[in-house]
């Protein structure tokens, strides 16, 4: 019942808008023009029965006048001959019939239901029915004067318009049957244009269920679709392209993690075995202890800073955005790897000034601290790491340079990605999991920045770019 409600409610199809409109559209143009049609054709009949029937009073009144009394009705068969279906009427003063046309309709009740206006005033046509016959007709008095006589007459004149009316319904039928052609032909062509309209969306929906996880490359062609959906076939490869790169992510993420992984688990189970392999002292059993506890911490760590990176890339309005001095913040940080950096015989520098930005602090301090112990790590005996601070309206830029070995350009776009080696056969000899910079590029985008990285033969500088206060206010 639900679906059936539901498809019940589901918006019409494009077709059947289309086509409905076409109809609508059809159907009103249709009761205009046959509106317009009828009403021109009964005005056109009107003013021929009107110029007809003025002939024919005319012409009886015409004769009366040359009548005078006691004429007979010869002249006004004369007068009225050669006009076919019509009929007169002719009364005096006191409405004593004196001539009538034989075999037409009563025109004295046209007389005694309508005041006769006189010759000069305007003429208004009446419409009756009478033993099924249809009469159109007026009256007119006729003043006495020298042609009349002097005497006042009634001239009633009215012609029958059976054959109008029987045109005017077989031109009224014969539209609604055109009309219901053309209307029909007019909603099938409609129908088919729609139809053949939509071939371009069937024909890419057939396209688009090629595509599975294994075939994200594939894309739509523009060129192959209506001007209309090329902007959505863009969008929808666009889309795609996102699809795919998030999906290569993924599978090499799982792939990483479960290369990162097998490594301590290894490790783990071959000094595990080793150790059971034969009768050892309590102390040998505590070096292994401390082994595994050394692979245990590092996946620890790794397990930690997944965690952290889904949190950060998943969840990005939970940061708890406080003012945090910039340069405190760093100095914090050579502290923590003072012993360190004095051990490498490293010395760390800060150089500028920055007012103070919004961020998390805790999320702030550890991509800092990710990038300084990483040029730390990579800084030659008797070097230094330097620390530069920049800020303006806009952006606030956080530099780390150290000296070292150049990086190969085309490794510099990758060197944020997870678990990311420059030789994927080259196992770490460090603690790291490959995750630190793609920790800090998390957290700088969080915060709605960027981090880039460029090296020469000479150093290495990793560059962070944060919206300043002001400039986030101005936004």
Do not use: C
């Not at 006042?152 to 009316?165: K, P, Q, R």
């Not at 150049?406 to 420059?422: D, H, K, Q, T």
């Not at 080259?426 to 920790?439: C, F, M, S």
């Amino acid at each position: 019942m639900r679906d059936r409600f539901t498809l019940f409610l589901r918006p019409a199809s494009l077709a059947l808008r289309v086509t409905t409109l076409v109809g609508i559209a059809m159907t009103v143009v249709f009761l205009v023009f046959n509106w317009i049609s009828v009403r021109s054709l009964e005005r056109h009949f009107a003013e021929m029965d009107q110029d007809e029937l003025g002939v024919v009073s005319a012409s009886v009144i015409r004769a009366l006048g040359e009548v005078h009394s006691g004429a007979d009705e010869t002249a006004l068969y004369h007068a009225v001959r050669g006009h076919h279906g019509v009929y007169y009427y002719v009364a005096d003063a006191a409405g004593n019939t004196l001539y009538a046309a034989a075999g037409g309709p009563d025109l004295s009740r046209l007389v005694a239901h309508n005041d006769p206006v006189d010759l000069a005033g305007k003429r208004e046509m009446t419409i009756w029915q009478e033993d099924g016959k249809f009469y159109r007709g007026t009256a007119v008095r006729v003043e006495g004067n020298a042609k009349g006589g002097g005497r006042t007459y009634v001239v009633a004149v009215a012609m029958n318009i059976g054959a109008h009316l029987a045109f005017l319904g077989s031109f009224r039928r014969m539209q609604w049957w055109a009309a219901s052609i053309v209307m029909s032909i007019a909603i099938l062509v409609a129908w088919l244009a729609v139809q053949w309209g939509h071939h371009p969306i069937r024909r890419t929906n057939a396209e688009i269920r090629k595509i599975s996880s294994s075939k994200l490359d594939l894309r739509l062609n523009p060129a192959d679709v209506p001007i209309e959906l090329e902007e959505l076939v863009a969008s929808f490869n666009d889309m795609l392209a996102r699809i795919e790169d998030g999906f290569v992510r993924l599978a090499n993420f799982s792939a990483d993690i479960a290369h990162e992984l097998r490594t301590p688990v290894t490790n783990l189970t071959t000094q595990t075995e080793v150790a059971l392999g034969q009768p050892r002292s309590a102390g040998e059993y505590r070096e292994v202890l401390y082994s595994n506890l050394e692979e245990l911490g590092r996946m620890s760590r790794m397990i930690s800073d997944m965690l952290f990176l889904a949190q950060t890339e998943n969840d990005r309005g939970n940061l708890r955005l406080t003012d945090v001095d910039l340069g405190e913040l760093v100095k914090g940080v050579f502290e923590y790897f003072e012993a360190w950096a004095e051990d490498r015989r490293v010395s760390l520098q800060l150089l500028g000034l920055a007012g103070p930005v919004r961020a998390d602090r805790e999320m702030l301090l550890r991509a800092l601290s990710n990038l300084v112990s990483n040029a730390i790590r990579h800084t030659p005996l008797d070097a230094a790491v330097t620390v530069k601070l920049v800020q303006d309206m806009s952006i606030t830029t956080v530099t780390i340079e150290n000296p070292g070995e150049r990086i190969p350009a085309e490794v510099l776009p990758r060197l944020f990605n997870r678990f990311y080696r420059v030789d994927p056969s080259r196992q770490r000899k460090d603690a790291g999991a490959g995750l630190g910079l793609a920790i800090v590029k998390s957290i700088v985008e969080a915060h709605g920045g960027f981090v880039q990285v460029r090296s020469d033969d000479n150093s290495t500088i990793f560059t962070i770019v944060l919206p300043s206060p002001r400039g986030r206010d101005a936004v």
